[in-house]
C-alpha cells in the first residue's frame, strides 16, 4: 500500500488484528545481521531460513578480490573501527588474543567462530538468490510472505511466517554524476570506491578521491604510498578521530558510556557543542589541516583514520574543496584553483538504500521515497508486523551488538511477546526522531542515531537494560562499570530474555582482555609488585627488617635488643644502628656475624674456573691470585679481549664488535684500579687502543699463564657432593676432545652481547621484505652501503654509530625508535670527559637526595643543554626514567644536516617499503638493521641454577645465585652500569673471591631474595620496564655497596681530618677506580697518587698544542664583576644605535631608471659554481669534496625572496643545496640569460669609457672567441679557483717522499686508508678533512700555527648556530661593549662546549676573533685520540715531519694543503684592481676605487661570519642601482680614505681582524648596504607599526628576509617568512613528535630548584 499523505495515515485504524504466531522465518543475508537473526530466532523457538547468494558467510567482511554484482565489497587493507570488546556479540566476547581493532580477514575468523559455535551454518542455503518477496493474498490474515528463490538457475517460491532483510546498506554505490559538471568529459578512469580493491595500479598516478568518508579516506592515506599525488576533495569537512584514545585505549571504550552519553544530553546546548568540538580536536586542529566541518557542531560520524594528518602534513595528501568543474585531464575546486593531470577519479560518495526484490518497496520506503522505519526496523504501515529490517543504523557504535539487539526485539515482535503501538503512534515516534536526527546530524533522513540511547530504547522494549540503581544495592563493583565504563554489548545480556551467565565476568574483565592484545612485552613491575608483598610478608615476621630506620634512643634500643646476638658484636649493632645501616642488622639478625655459623655456610675454596677472558675474566683471574686461590680461565678463542678483540668476521658464540667502536666511558674511570692507563693514551679508546690496554694489564700481573686458549666449556654442573663440598663439575673441549675438571668455584665471565636479539616478529609483513636485513652483531664497517637506503631498528649506542658512520655512504639512513633516548656528547663540560664530571660523589649525593620531580627537572634540563631533544625527534617517550643515555657526539648535526632521519616504531614492512607507526612510508628500502641488543643466556648451564626471566637474572648483588646451599658459584660482569664496566667487574671479583674464601659471608636466602626484590624494585623506578635496563644499575652506589661488603670503601670523614686535599677531590672529583685502593684488602700504594694528578692525565694527551695565558687572572675577575653593568650599557646604547640611520649615497626611490639586460657567462655546462659537485677537479673552476655540508642553515643562507622548502634539512649536503639553486633559477626564469660552455677571455675597457663607461668583453666558446660591449660588468667568480700552496714555507718539503696535495683536490676519504696523514691548515676544510680522515687513516694529525675556535653547528637548545648568534640585538652588544670585555664573552661562550686550551685548539692571539670554524666532531675526534692537534711545521724529512717545539720527527704517508686560495682576476688588466698581499683595493669590496665611471663591481668577493647568498644578493641589489644611476657612490678621495683604513688592520670590535681583506662584519656590512638601497628594516618604526614583526628582527635572527619588508624589490611575503622562520627550522628535524611534558609544575621547579638541592643535601647528612 503506498501513501504520501499524512492525514491518510491519521485515517487508517490503529487496532491490530489477533497476533498471528510465527513458525518459519526467512533471513536474507548470511553477514553479521543475518547471523545474529538465526540466532535469536533459535533463541526463540522460531524455524529460521537463511538465503545466502554467494557460497560464504561474512556478508561485508569477506573479502574478494573483485567486487561481486549484488554484494557489498571492500578494500583488501580494511579494519575495523570499533574495538573488538564493543563490537562483537553480547554472549560471545572475541578471543582475548585477537587485536583490538581487526583486519577485516580477523574479523572474518571471529564470524565464522560464532557461527560454527552456535551451530547457524545448517540454516543457511549459500548460492541462492533472493529475487522477489511479496505478501501473501491471505496476507491481512496470516501475515505471510511469499519469497521466490533462484538456485543453479531453479526458480522457487518459498512460504514464510515473517521475514527479516539483512541485506545492509553497502550493496547499491552512489556515484553522484549530475553534481559534477564536465564529468563526462573527464579522460581519466572514474570508479565508485567499491570498486577499489589495493593500491598496486595507482603507482605514480595523480588520484582524486571525491569523498571524506572512513574509505574516502582509508584510499587516499593508502594510495599515498604508492601514487605521485593524491588530492582528497570534500564539500563540508569532517571531525577526523584516531582509533587509539585516552593513554591508548580504543577510542570507543572511552567516549561510548552511559556517563558521557548522559552528560551529552543533559548539558546545555552551548556547553555541549564547546566541549565536543574541543574533543574533536585534542588530536591535531582540523582547520589547519583543512578537514574543518562546514558544521562543526553536528554529531555525524567522524572519520576514524590514524593516519591521515601526518599524510596531509607530509604533503601527500592534499585536501580540496568540491570539485566545481571537470575537463579532459583537470579538476577545477570551488575555491578556483586546478589541478591538471589527474589520471584517476574515485567516488567515496556512499552507497543507496534499495531492496529490488521487494514486490512493492514502498513497503520500507513510505514516504518522499525515504526509507520510513519504526525503531528503525518494522514498517509502521503493514498490517502485521511480520517484515524486520535488521542493520540498516548507522550510529556511532559497532553494528553487530546493534543488529543483534534488533533481532532480538524483531522476533520477539514476530512471537507478539513485544506488542506495537498504533500506527499513528509509531509515525508520531517516526516524526519526532526526524526532528532530533535534523538537530543532531543535519539531515532528517539519515539512518545516524544516538548509540547507547537507541540501544536502551530497544533494550527497554525487551526488558533486558540493565537497572543501574538496583546494581548499585545488589552489585555495586558492576554497577560502576555498567555506568562509568564502556557501554559494551554484555550490559545487555544481564537480565532479562536472553540472559547470559557469563555477561558479568566478562564486564569485568573487558579492560584486561583489551590490554591482552597490546601488552605484548611482560611489564616487570607486576611481577616485582608481587614479589615485594611477599617479601614484606616475610620481612615483618623478623624482629627488625631491612630498610627501616633508627629514630630515637629508644628505639635504637629496641632494635638492635630485638636481633639474636653474638657475643661480642652489641657495639657493631650499635654503630650500625646509629649510621643506619639496618642491612649490617639484617645479617646480624641472620647469625651471620655468629663464628658457629660461619662454617657452616663458608666453604674454603681454592681450585676456580673462570669462563672467559674479557675484561671480567682477567681480572677475575688477578682477584683469584690476590686471596691465593688458584685460577683456571677457559677462553674458547685464540686470545684476551672478549668484547674489545675486533674480528673481520663474526665468531660464534664470541661478542662482535664494528671497527669504529670507541669506548662511552674514559680511559680515567675505565681502567683497572691499580693500573692506571699510560697518560698519552686518548681519553675515549678506540677498540684496538682499549685491547692494547688490557694486553699490558694482562702482561703486568702475569695473567695469561692462568688461561687456556681455544676451550669451550660444554657444561658445568653441581658435583654429586655438592651440598657439602659446594664443588662443580666442568666438561671442556679442546681441538675436538672433551675433558673432565672438577673445581671448588666458578666465575661465569662470558659477558651478555653473544646471543643476538632480533624480533622480527614484531614487525608485521616481515616475512615478505626482500631486502636485506641483518643484527648490529653482524655489523663491521660502512662498506657496501653506497646508495642504499638503510633503516636501523633501535636507538641504542650500536644504533646511533651506525646510522652516524653508514649516512655518510648511504642514500638515505632512518633511525627508528620506540621510545626515544637522551643522547650525550662525551665532549662534557669545558670539554672534559663526561663521566668525570656527571660521576662525583657530590653529584650522586644530589641525585639520591633531591625530590623525584626536582631530579627529574634537573635531568632533562641537563639532558637538553646540548640541543632540544624534541626538536630532533630524540625525546624520551618517558624523560623521568634515568636510562642509560646514547653517546654520539655526530648524531645531532647529522639530524640537523638531514643526514639521519629519526623515525617512530615501525608500524609494518611491505616487500620493499617500511610503514612507521606516524603513517609514513619509505619506499624503496634496500637494508634493515635491527640494533635491538641482546638475550642474555648460559648455555653450558641448568636453567635450575640461573633462570633468566623477561632478560633479567635473579642474582644477588648482581653476582650469586639465591638459591644455591654454597656460594661458590658467581657470575661476573652481567651488569649495565651508568658508567664503565671495568671497576664495576673489577669489585665483583674481589667480592666474590672473598666470599670463595669465606672471609666475607651472604645472607640468608630470604635476605637475599628481599634484598633482590627491592633492587629490582628501584631499577624499574630508576630505569623502566624495558627489555634492555633488565641488568641495569646505579654507578657508585653499586661500587660503594660492593666496596662495603669488601672493606674498600673510602672513610670521607677520616680522609677530611687526615688528608683534606684527598678528600675534597674524591668527594667533589670523579669518582674513579682508584679510591676503591686507598684502604682495606687490595690497597695499592699509589692509588693517592693516581687520584690526585688524574686531571693531568686526562688533559695530556688533548693539550699537544700549548698557548700562554694571555688573560691574567686579576683582568678576568674584573671582567666578571664589570660583566653585568657593561650589558645594561650595551642594550641603552642598542637604542639609540638602532634609531641612527645610515643613508649614505641614497637617491629617491621614486628614481627607478632604465631596466637591465643582463647576459651571464658560464665556462662550466651547469650552474651551482662551487656548490656543484664533480668526480674531477675542472680546471678554473672551484671544487669541493663529496661530504661538503652547509656552514649556514637554510633560514639564513636562502635568497631574501625564495625560502627553501620546510622540508629540505637545516644544514644543507651541497646536492640538496644545489637543488635549491636550480629551484630559485627556475622559478625567475633565470637560466635563459646564460651562455654555458663560455670562458672569458679578458674584461678591457672600451675606447670611450671615460665617457660611456663601457667594456669590451672577449669570451671563448667551442675554440670560439667572440668580442661584446657591455655597459657594465659584475664579476662573480669566487675566490676558490686558484689554490695558494707556500711551499716555500716548509723547508725540506723538496725531499719528502710521500703524496702531497692542495684540499681543492680531495674528493674522499678512501685515498687516505691505512695512511698516516697530516692536514696543515685550520680552516673549515682543513678541519673537514682531518676529520673525515680519521675514518680510513692510521693516524691523523692537524696542524695548526694560530690555532681557532670551533663551533658546532648545533648551538642553544640544538637551533642553528646562525640563528642563535646572528642576531641584531647580539651584534650591538657586541660592537658596542668594550673590545677587551667582547672578547672574553665571546671566548667564555666558545669554550662553554670544550676548553679549547686542553684541545690544543686555542688561538694564539684570542683579541683577535678570527672566523671560527664549524665543525661538529673535532672534539670527539680529539678525545678519541683519533686526532691529534699539533703546532706549525718546523722541517719535512724524506719520510716524516718535525714540528715546532717537538722533541722527535713524526712519520708522515700523506700531506694535505689546507691552506687556502689566492684572489686573482686573470682577465683583468691589474691597473683596473690588483691584488697584493691578499688584498684587493675595492669600496665596499665591491667597487675599484679609481675608475671614471662605476660600471665594474665584484661580487661575492668576501668571506663574511653568515651566510654569502645574502651578502651577495643585497651587493647586486646595490650595484644594479649604481648602474642605473638610483645610488651614487661617494667621491674618489672618501672611497681611498676608506679603503686604506682597512689595510691598517684596524681591529674592529667585532673581534675579526681585517688582515685578509674578505673578511667582514655580516650584519654592520648588510645594513650599510641596505640603507643606500631604502631596504633596510626600521626598527623603531615597526615598533610603533607592528610591534611583533619588530621584536622578531631586533632579538630574533637576521635573516635575508628583513631586507625585502620595504623599498625596492619589496616582497609581500617577507613578513609571514620571517614570522614562521622557527616552524621552518624545526620542521626537519622534529619527525617523531612526543607530548610535551611541561607544564605549571616545570616552572615552579625551576623557582625552588636551589632551595630544594640544599634542603636535600642538609637532611642527606643529617
Not at 692 to 710: D, Q, S
Amino acid at each position: 500500500m503506498r501513501t504520501g499523505s499524512r492525514q491518510d495515515w491519521k485515517k487508517r485504524s490503529s487496532k491490530q488484528g489477533k497476533v498471528t504466531m510465527v513458525k518459519t522465518v526467512a533471513v536474507i543475508g548470511a553477514g553479521v545481521s543475518g547471523l545474529a537473526s538465526i540466532k535469536c530466532c533459535l533463541d526463540e523457538g522460531l524455524e529460521p531460513t537463511c538465503f545466502e547468494r554467494s557460497d560464504g558467510i561474512g556478508g561485508l567482511w569477506r573479502f574478494t578480490e573483485s567486487a561481486e554484482e549484488g554484494r557489498a565489497s571492500i578494500y583488501h587493507s580494511v579494519f575495523t573501527n570499533s574495538c573488538k570488546e564493543m563490537m562483537c556479540f553480547p554472549d560471545f566476547p572475541f578471543p582475548e588474543e585477537f587485536p583490538n581493532y581487526m583486519h577485516n580477514s580477523k574479523l572474518q575468523e571471529y564470524i565464522q567462530l560464532y557461527a560454527k559455535h552456535f551451530d547457524l551454518v545448517k540454516y543457511i542455503k549459500f548460492k541462492t538468490l533472493v529475487s522477489k518477496i511479496r505478501k501473501r493474498p491471505d496476507y491481512p490474515v496470516t501475515g505471510q510472505w511469499e519469497v521466490v528463490i533462484e538456485k543453479d538457475g531453479k526458480v522457487e517460491s518459498v512460504v514464510f511466517d515473517a521475514v527479516m532483510i539483512c541485506s545492509g546498506h553497502h550493496v547499491y554505490p552512489n556515484i553522484p554524476k549530475n553534481s559534477f559538471p564536465g564529468i563526462e568529459k573527464f579522460k581519466g578512469r572514474v570508479f565508485h570506491s567499491r570498486d577499489y580493491k589495493g593500491p598496486e595500479k595507482f603507482k605514480g598516478k595523480k588520484v582524486l578521491v571525491i569523498g571524506l568518508g572512513n574509505s574516502g579516506c582509508d584510499i587516499a592515506v593508502e594510495l599515498s604510498a604508492t601514487a605521485s599525488q593524491v588530492y582528497l576533495s570534500s564539500r563540508s569537512g569532517s571531525w577526523v578521530m584516531s582509533r587509539v584514545w585516552d593513554n591508548g585505549y580504543p577510542w570507543d571504550m572511552v567516549v561510548i558510556s552511559r556517563f558521557e552519553t548522559f552528560l551529552r544530553n543533559t548539558l546545555p546546548t552551548a556547553i555541549s557543542d564547546w566541549l565536543y568540538v574541543k574533543q574533536m580536536n585534542r588530536w591535531f586542529k582540523h582547520e589547519n589541516y583543512g578537514l574543518m566541518p562546514l558544521h562543526r557542531t553536528l554529531r555525524k560520524e567522524p572519520v576514524f583514520n590514524d593516519d591521515l594528518p601526518s599524510r596531509i602534513a607530509c604533503g601527500t595528501v592534499v585536501v580540496k574543496p568540491n570539485v566545481k568543474e571537470f575537463r579532459e585531464t583537470s579538476a577545477i575546486f570551488q575555491d578556483g584553483t586546478a589541478q591538471e593531470g589527474l589520471d584517476y577519479v574515485i567516488f567515496a560518495t556512499g552507497y543507496s538504500f534499495a531492496y529490488p526484490f521487494m514486490e512493492d518497496e514502498s513497503i520500507i520506503k513510505c514516504r518522499n521515497d525515504q526509507v520510513t522505519l519504526y525503531k528503525s526496523i518494522v514498517p509502521p504501515l503493514l498490517e502485521k508486523p511480520t517484515l524486520a529490517v535488521i542493520g540498516l543504523v548507522q550510529s556511532l557504535g559497532a553494528a553487530i551488538p546493534t543488529a543483534d539487539l534488533q533481532a532480538r526485539w524483531a522476533v520477539r515482535v514476530f512471537k507478539g511477546l513485544c506488542k506495537l503501538p498504533p500506527q499513528n503512534s509509531m509515525m508520531d515516534d517516526i516524526d519526532e526522531k526526524m526532528g532530533k536526527k535534523l538537530k543532531w546530524y543535519g539531515q532528517s533522513d539519515t539512518i545516524q542515531t544516538d548509540y547507547v540511547v537507541y540501544m536502551d530504547e530497544l533494550a527497554s522494549s525487551i526488558g533486558v537494560k540493565p537497572n543501574i540503581p538496583v546494581l548499585f544495592l545488589t552489585d555495586p563493583k558492576l554497577a560502576l562499570q555498567v555506568y562509568f565504563g564502556p557501554c559494551s554489548p554484555y550490559q545487555f545480556r544481564l537480565s532479562g530474555p536472553g540472559k547470559w551467565d557469563g555477561a558479568r565476568d566478562a564486564i569485568l574483565t573487558q579492560w584486561d582482555r583489551t590490554l591482552k592484545a597490546t601488552r605484548t612485552r611482560a611489564h616487570l613491575r607486576y611481577k616485582s609488585r608481587y614479589c615485594l608483598n611477599k617479601t614484606d610478608a616475610l620481612l615483618r615476621q623478623l624482629p627488625h627488617a631491612p630498610g627501616s630506620t633508627c629514630k630515637g634512643e629508644s628505639a635504637k634500643k629496641k632494635r638492635i635488643e630485638a636481633v639474636p646476638r653474638a657475643p661480642g658484636t652489641k657495639g657493631i649493632q650499635k654503630l650500625a644502628c646509629l649510621l643506619g645501616m639496618n642491612h649490617y642488622l639484617a645479617l646480624e639478625r641472620d647469625n651471620l656475624l655468629n663464628p658457629s655459623n660461619r662454617g657452616s655456610q663458608g666453604t674454603m675454596a681454592k681450585k676456580v674456573a673462570i669462563i672467559g677472558a674479557g675484561v671480567s675474566g682477567l681480572t677475575s683471574i688477578k682477584g683469584c691470585l690476590e686471596e691465593g686461590l688458584e685460577p683456571t680461565c677457559f677462553e674458547q678463542s685464540s686470545d684476551i679481549g672478549g668484547l674489545w678483540r675486533f674480528t673481520e668476521k663474526v665468531e660464534e658464540n664470541r661478542a662482535s664488535i664494528y671497527n669504529s667502536v670507541v669506548t662511552n666511558s674514559s680511559k680515567e674511570m675505565s681502567c683497572f684500579s691499580d693500573f692506571p692507563m699510560p697518560d698519552h693514551f686518548p681519553n675515549f679508546l678506540h677498540n684496538s687502543k682499549f685491547l692494547e690496554y688490557l694486553r699490558l694489564y694482562a702482561k703486568h700481573f702475569g695473567l695469561l699463564k692462568y688461561i687456556r686458549f681455544k676451550t669451550t666449556v660444554i657444561s658445568l654442573e653441581k658435583s654429586q657432593d655438592y651440598s657439602t663440598t659446594g664443588q662443580w663439575t666442568m666438561v671442556t673441549e679442546t681441538d675436538g676432545k672433551q675433558e673432565s675438571f672438577i673445581f671448588d668455584a666458578v666465575m661465569i665471565c662470558t659477558g651478555h652481547q653473544i646471543e643476538a636479539y632480533t624480533p622480527v616478529e614484531f614487525f608485521p609483513g616481515f616475512e615478505k621484505f626482500r631486502g636485506n636485513y641483518f643484527h648490529s652483531r653482524n655489523y663491521k664497517n660502512p662498506d657496501g652501503f653506497n646508495g642504499k637506503t638503510v633503516v636501523i631498528i633501535g636507538m641504542g649506542n650500536s644504533a646511533a654509530d651506525i646510522a652516524v658512520e653508514i649516512c655518510r655512504k648511504a642514500k638515505k639512513v632512518f633511525l627508528s625508535t620506540r621510545g626515544g633516548t637522551w643522547v650525550m656528547s662525551r665532549v662534557y663540560d669545558n670539554g672534559y670527559p663526561w663521566d668525570t664530571i656527571f660521576h662525583t660523589r657530590f653529584n650522586d649525593l644530589i641525585r639520591n637526595s633531591v625530590p623525584w620531580f626536582l631530579l627529574k627537572w634537573m635531568t632533562e634540563r641537563k639532558m637538553n643543554q646540548w640541543f632540544s631533544h624534541e626538536n630532533y625527534g630524540l625525546v624520551p617517550r618517558n624523560r623521568s626514567l634515568m636510562k642509560e643515555p646514547v653517546f654520539n657526539d655526530d648524531l645531532p648535526s647529522r639530524i640537523l644536516c638531514g643526514a639521519v632521519m629519526v623515525k617512530p616504531l615501525i608500524k609494518e614492512f611491505t616487500e620493499s617499503s617500511v610503514i612507521f607507526e606516524d603513517g609514513t612510508v619509505e619506499e624503496n628500502v634496500d637494508i634493515a638493521i635491527f640494533a635491538t641488543g641482546y638475550t642474555v643466556a648460559f648455555p653450558f648451564l641448568d636453567k635450575s641454577v640461573i633462570k633468566v626471566e623477561d632478560n633479567r637474572v635473579p642474582l644477588y648483588k648482581h653476582v650469586f645465585p639465591l638459591h644455591l646451599e654454597k656460594p661458590t658459584l658467581a657470575v661476573i660482569g652481567l651488569i649495565q652500569p651508568l658508567g664503565p664496566i671495568m671497576p664495576t667487574a673489577e669489585l665483583q671479583a674481589r667480592w666474590a673471591t672473598r666470599v670463595f674464601k669465606g672471609l666475607s659471608l651472604l645472607p640468608s636466602e630470604s635476605t637475599m631474595v628481599a634484598d633482590t626484590t627491592k633492587r629490582n624494585e628501584k631499577r624499574i623506578k630508576w630505569f623502566g620496564t624495558s627489555r634492555s635496563q633488565s641488568i641495569q644499575t646505579d654507578f657508585i652506589e653499586y661500587l660503594d655497596e660492593l666496596a662495603a661488603l669488601t672493606g674498600a670503601k673510602p672513610n670521607l670523614f677520616r680522609l677530611l681530618l687526615r688528608d683534606p686535599k684527598l678528600a675534597l677531590t674524591i668527594f667533589f672529583g670523579p669518582c674513579s677506580p682508584f679510591q676503591f685502593r686507598l684502604m682495606g684488602p687490595g690497597k695499592w700504594a699509589g692509588a693517592r697518587n693516581a687520584i690526585l694528578t688524574q686531571t693531568q692525565r686526562i688533559i695530556k694527551p688533548t693539550k699537544t698544542r700549548t698557548v700562554g695565558n694571555s688573560s691574567s687572572n686579576a683582568l678576568l675577575s674584573l671582567l666578571k664583576i664589570l660583566g653585568f653593568l657593561a650589558l645594561l650599557v650595551a642594550v641603552f646604547l642598542s637604542i639609540a644605535q638602532v634609531v641612527k640611520l645610515r643613508n649614505h649615497g641614497q637617491e629617491s626611490s621614486d628614481c627607478w631608471g632604465r631596466r637591465l639586460e643582463p647576459t651571464c657567462f658560464e665556462r662550466s655546462d651547469d650552474i651551482g659554481g662551487v656548490w656543484r659537485f664533480t668526480e674531477d677537479v675542472e680546471e678554473g673552476r672551484a671544487s669541493l669534496y663529496r661530504s661538503v655540508v652547509s656552514n649556514t642553515c637554510k633560514e639564513m643562507s636562502a635568497f631574501a625572496d625564495f625560502p627553501y622548502p620546510e622540508d629540505f634539512p637545516v644544514f644543507l649536503p651541497h646536492a640538496k643545496l644545489l637543488e635549491y639553486l636550480r629551484m630559485y633559477t627556475k622559478h625567475f626564469d633565470l637560466q635563459r640569460h646564460i651562455q654555458f660552455k663560455s670562458t672569458v677571455i679578458s674584461v678591457r675597457k672600451c675606447p670611450d669609457f671615460s665617457a660611456t663607461g663601457q667594456w669590451d668583453v672577449v669570451t671563448e666558446t667551442d675554440g670560439k672567441q667572440k668580442s661584446a660591449i657591455f655597459d657594465a660588468v659584475m664579476v662573480c667568480i669566487g675566490y676558490l679557483a686558484d689554490p695558494s700552496v707556500p711551499l716555500k714555507s716548509f723547508p725540506g718539503l723538496d725531499k719528502f717522499k710521500g703524496q702531497y696535495f692542495h684540499s681543492r683536490y680531495y674528493k674522499s676519504p678512501e685515498v687516505f686508508k691505512d695512511k698516516t696523514v697530516l692536514v696543515i691548515g685550520m680552516g673549515n676544510s682543513g678541519t673537514d678533512i682531518a676529520v673525515e680522515a680519521t675514518q680510513t687513516a692510521k693516524k691523523v694529525m692537524l696542524s695548526t700555527e694560530r690555532g681557532a675556535w670551533v663551533i658546532s653547528r648545533v648551538f642553544d637548545n640544538g637551533y642553528p648556530w646562525d640563528m642563535v648568534f646572528l642576531t641584531r640585538f647580539m651584534n650591538i652588544v657586541r660592537n658596542i661593549l668594550p673590545g677587551r670585555f667582547t672578547g672574553w664573552l665571546i671566548e667564555n661562550r666558545v669554550s662553554q662546549w670544550f676548553n679549547h686550551a686542553n684541545y690544543g685548539l686555542i688561538p694564539k692571539d684570542r683579541t683577535v676573533m678570527r672566523e671560527p670554524l664549524l665543525n661538529d666532531e673535532i672534539p670527539s675526534c680529539i678525545i678519541t685520540g683519533k686526532l691529534s692537534v699539533r703546532p706549525e711545521v718546523k722541517e719535512f724529512r724524506e719520510n716524516a715531519v718535525v714540528f715546532v717545539n717537538a722533541p722527535g720527527a713524526e712519520e708522515v704517508d700523506v700531506v694535505v694543503f689546507a691552506t687556502g686560495y689566492k684572489a686573482s682576476f686573470p682577465f683583468i688588466d691589474e691597473s683596473i684592481v690588483k691584488v697584493e698581499n691578499q688584498q684587493a683595493s675595492l669600496y665596499k669590496y665591491i667597487f675599484p676605487p679609481r675608475l671614471e665611471k662605476p660600471t665594474l663591481a665584484f661580487i661575492g668577493f668576501l668571506r663574511p661570519l653568515g651566510a654569502v647568498m645574502p651578502v651577495v644578493e643585497t651587493q647586486a641589489r646595490w650595484v644594479t642601482r649604481i648602474f642605473n644611476g638610483l645610488c651614487k657612490l661617494p667621491p674618489v678621495t672618501e672611497m681611498m680614505e676608506e679603503v686604506n683604513e682597512k689595510k691598517k688592520n684596524k681591529r674592529n670590535w667585532f673581534g675579526l681582524s681585517f688582515d685578509e681583506v674578505l673578511k667582514t662584519d655580516c650584519l654592520v656590512y648588510m645594513d650599510q648596504l641596505a640603507s643606500y638601497i631604502g631596504i633596510k628594516p626600521s626598527v623603531p618604526a615597526l615598533l610603533l607599526q607592528d610591534p611583533e614583526l619588530a621584536l622578531k628582527i631586533f632579538f630574533g635572527p637576521c635573516s635575508a628576509y628583513q631586507f625585502r619588508l620595504s623599498g625596492p624589490g619589496k616582497w609581500d611575503g617577507a613578513r609571514n617568512a620571517i614570522m614562521t622562520q622557527w616552524e621552518r627550522t624545526v620542521k626537519p628535524t622534529r619527525i617523531r613528535v612526543v607530548e610535551d611534558s611541561g607544564s605549571f609544575l616545570t616552572y615552579l621547579m625551576k623557582v625552588l630548584a636551589i632551595f630544594a638541592i640544599f634542603v636535600g643535601i642538609f637532611f642527606s647528612f643529617n
